[in-house]
């Protein structure tokens, strides 16, 4: 078996291990909703699989629902729920239109009722109603995306430029109870950061918000600047919470996986948050440092990273920091990096993300590339093409979960 064998198959049990079904099931079990009627709003890259579970439980006992997942995430239609595939890292029309939709399902609702709320990472994009024009909304979006600012900075900014973010539409839903079933992806779980907390308490202020603006020259019309200085909710006594899963679950699955292959596994962190290309540099150079081992090893770390935008290829975090992993591997002995995300999709890409081992930068043989290909393809910001070239893309599909990212080192003795 390949050490690229390996890294699929704990790539496989991984994700398998974090997918939101039994969570949700967890969560969900011995729950009494009430005589009231029971809404369901799913939204996220995980909508579709969180809301196929709590279908599958409650049944009939859900008065309405909708769905509001990613492109190509939805699997198959769920009796009784509506379900709206929409734009992802950018909203798009189907965004704006199921968003309101849903909030039409909670706006007459009674203290006997009670919204039942899955949410899972990408809900920020997929979830929304603008309070600037939606072209605006878009460029701003863009704007933070290429920036190189993290997924709490974009979703500081998000939070006050939308009537439903930041605690706003569990005031929409009042007074019935918000019931949330959160699937984290943000490193720390912070409640109000996850798909910019719709329905949790804002802890951010518009300090901290004008501050992001100036740090990366976002460009702003007079409106979005008003809107930037209003505080969002602070209190909320309508809503209740529980986080079901967690980047530090999935790196907890990877270690297990490589123990089941033969490695010693070893977490790194599950707090991972600085360039993709820094982060593959130092995962690399791990990979050097521990060469001369007598056994089967493996370095996991956890999180999110981020990109900064400067040229016009394509990919996505993970492929550039499995790309940017390659050159220290040259000429080591079954060694490899790799980098996925566990929702089965980097960037606006269709890979999930990247492989690289000891034999992806050479002399520009067959599946290889020269040094200068390489370099080349990271200034474009073009790594998928890069792996593509090499046979280093991993394509998952949509997986129904979205814990964050992982990326391992093996080094196979």
């Not at 492109?71 to 704006?96: C, M, Q, R, T």
């Not at 409640?191 to 976002?218: N, Q």
């Not at 490695?263 to 707090?271: A, F, G, S």
């Given at each position: 078996?390949s050490?690229?064998?390996?890294?699929?198959?704990i790539?496989?049990?991984s994700?398998?291990?974090?997918?939101?079904?039994?969570?949700?099931?967890?969560?969900l079990?011995?729950?009494?909703?009430?005589?009231g009627r029971?809404i369901?709003?799913?939204i996220?890259?995980?909508?579709?699989?969180?809301?196929?579970?709590?279908s599958?439980?409650?049944?009939?006992?859900i008065?309405?629902?909708?769905?509001?997942t990613?492109?190509?995430?939805a699997?198959a239609?769920i009796?009784?729920?509506?379900?709206?595939e929409?734009g992802h890292?950018?909203?798009?029309?189907n965004?704006?239109?199921g968003?309101?939709d849903?909030i039409?399902?909670?706006?007459?609702?009674?203290?006997n009722d009670?919204?039942?709320f899955?949410?899972s990472?990408?809900g920020?994009?997929?979830?929304e109603k603008p309070a600037?024009?939606?072209?605006?909304?878009?460029?701003?979006?863009q704007?933070?995306?290429?920036?190189?600012?993290?997924?709490?900075?974009i979703n500081?900014?998000?939070?006050?430029?939308?009537?439903?973010?930041?605690?706003?539409f569990?005031?929409?839903?009042?007074?019935?109870?918000?019931?949330?079933?959160?699937?984290?992806?943000i490193?720390g779980?912070?409640?109000d950061?996850i798909?910019s907390?719709?329905?949790?308490?804002?802890?951010?202020t518009?300090e901290?918000a004008?501050?992001?603006?100036?740090?990366?020259?976002?460009?702003?019309?007079?409106?979005?600047r008003?809107?930037l200085?209003t505080?969002t909710?602070?209190e909320?006594?309508?809503?209740?919470?529980?986080?079901?899963?967690?980047v530090?679950?999935l790196?907890?699955?990877a270690?297990a996986?490589?123990?089941?292959?033969g490695?010693k596994?070893?977490?790194?962190?599950d707090?991972?948050c600085c360039?993709?290309?820094d982060a593959?540099?130092?995962l690399?150079?791990?990979?050097?440092?521990y060469?001369?081992t007598k056994?089967s090893?493996?370095?996991?770390?956890?999180?999110?990273t981020?990109v900064?935008l400067?040229?016009?290829?394509?990919?996505?975090?993970?492929?550039?920091?499995a790309?940017?992993?390659?050159?220290?591997?040259?000429?080591?002995r079954?060694?490899c990096?790799?980098?996925v995300?566990?929702?089965?999709?980097?960037?606006p890409?269709?890979?999930?993300?990247?492989?690289?081992?000891q034999?992806?930068?050479?002399n520009?043989?067959?599946h290889?590339?020269t040094n200068?290909?390489?370099?080349q393809y990271?200034l474009d910001?073009?790594?998928y093409h890069?792996?593509?070239c090499?046979?280093?893309?991993?394509?998952?599909g949509?997986t129904?979960?979205?814990v964050n990212d992982v990326?391992?080192?093996?080094?196979r003795?």
């Amino acid at each position: 078996m390949s050490l690229r064998d390996d890294a699929d198959k704990i790539i496989e049990r991984s994700i398998k291990a974090v997918l939101p079904d039994e969570a949700v099931r967890k969560a969900l079990s011995g729950r009494n909703f009430g005589e009231g009627r029971l809404i369901l709003v799913s939204i996220g890259k995980a909508g579709w699989q969180m809301a196929r579970t709590a279908s599958d439980m409650l049944g009939s006992r859900i008065s309405d629902g909708i769905v509001i997942t990613k492109y190509g995430h939805a699997l198959a239609p769920i009796s009784g729920l509506k379900i709206v595939e929409a734009g992802h890292p950018v909203p798009d029309e189907n965004s704006f239109s199921g968003t309101e939709d849903a909030i039409k399902m909670v706006s007459e609702l009674t203290e006997n009722d009670t919204v039942l709320f899955l949410i899972s990472g990408g809900g920020s994009a997929l979830f929304e109603k603008p309070a600037v024009s939606p072209e605006e909304l878009k460029s701003i979006t863009q704007e933070l995306l290429a920036s190189g600012a993290d997924i709490t900075e974009i979703n500081t900014i998000r939070k006050r430029i939308s009537l439903v973010k930041g605690g706003k539409f569990a005031e929409i839903c009042a007074p019935a109870h918000v019931f949330s079933i959160v699937l984290s992806d943000i490193v720390g779980d912070p409640l109000d950061m996850i798909a910019s907390g719709p329905a949790y308490p804002d802890s951010s202020t518009s300090e901290d918000a004008l501050r992001i603006v100036e740090k990366y020259g976002i460009t702003l019309s007079e409106r979005a600047r008003e809107l930037l200085m209003t505080e969002t909710p602070k209190e909320l006594s309508n809503t209740e919470t529980v986080i079901t899963g967690s980047v530090r679950e999935l790196c907890a699955a990877a270690a297990a996986a490589c123990k089941e292959l033969g490695y010693k596994p070893q977490i790194l962190t599950d707090c991972l948050c600085c360039e993709a290309s820094d982060a593959g540099s130092f995962l690399a150079s791990i990979a050097v440092t521990y060469q001369d081992t007598k056994e089967s090893v493996a370095f996991i770390a956890g999180g999110e990273t981020v990109v900064h935008l400067k040229g016009k290829g394509k990919g996505g975090r993970n492929q550039e920091l499995a790309l940017s992993a390659a050159w220290a591997l040259k000429g080591l002995r079954d060694t490899c990096v790799f980098s996925v995300g566990s929702d089965g999709t980097d960037g606006p890409t269709d890979a999930a993300g990247g492989y690289v081992d000891q034999d992806t930068i050479g002399n520009g043989g067959e599946h290889q590339l020269t040094n200068k290909e390489a370099e080349q393809y990271l200034l474009d910001n073009d790594a998928y093409h890069a792996l593509q070239c090499t046979n280093g893309l991993i394509m998952t599909g949509a997986t129904g979960t979205n814990v964050n990212d992982v990326a391992v080192v093996l080094i196979r003795r």
